[in-house]
């Protein structure tokens, strides 16, 4: 684990702003043991959103990158019922990562965790407008 995994798992906030800081967007992509970015890492533990804005504000791949579990951070967030969180990365998640074809999985898989986790609904709702995004940018 890097220290910026370990800050954000504790939810330190002032630590992972620093560490961010001082990083490359490409360091941000930088793996555990268990193959999860420090993005997954504060989703898992604590779903901190300024955590996440930090470290997405740097790297605006990391909502759509997929971990050793075959599993995007944007999913991951609405599979531990984050949905604060899963909201946030959706609205930041680049639209052209989820529309290539070996992505297609997850995008299905987004759209599965948000009705799970009743994240749907007109007009704020995150399925509608991942429905809008999906249909209408094609």
């Known amino acids: 684990m890097t220290a910026l995994h370990v800050a954000a798992t504790a939810g330190h906030t002032e630590i992972v702003e620093i560490r961010v800081e001082k990083m490359s967007p490409e360091d941000l ?42 599993t995007m951070p944007v999913v991951l967030a ?10 946030y990365l959706y609205s930041v998640a680049l639209i052209e990562d989820l529309k290539l074809r070996a992505n297609l999985k997850h995008a299905a898989e987004l ?28």
């Open 78 to 87: 609405f599979q531990y019922c984050h949905v604060e969180m899963g909201r």
């Open 29 to 70: 992509e930088m793996k555990d043991t268990s193959g999860n970015i420090a993005l997954t890492a504060a989703i898992i533990y604590n779903a901190n959103i300024k955590i996440a804005e930090c470290m997405v504000k740097k790297n605006k791949k990391l909502p759509t990158m997929v971990d050793q579990e075959e």
């Open 111 to 138: 759209i599965s965790q948000a009705i799970i986790v009743k994240c749907y609904g007109y007009p704020s709702g995150c399925l509608l407008k991942f429905r809008q995004k999906w249909i209408y940018e094609c």
